[in-house]
């Protein structure tokens, strides 16, 4: 019971922290990658950004 109580937990928690952001290359995403400062993005976010809002 104690395992079954674990896997909930841990199936609940990867949930959350993965329906916490848009998906990669969605309308949204492009948006809210626009307004962050370019300072702050990562290299994968650069490389993705221009891959799937640059060159639609």
Known sequence: MKQLKAL???SAI???LTAC???V???EWCADLKEKPKGEWTM???G????HCLLK
């Open 44 to 46: 994968d976010e650069t």
């Open 21 to 23: 952001g848009a998906e």
């Open 14 to 16: 990867t949930l959350f």
């Open 25 to 27: 290359g969605s309308d």
């Open 48 to 51: 993705d950004y221009a891959k």
């Open 8 to 10: 909930f937990a841990i």
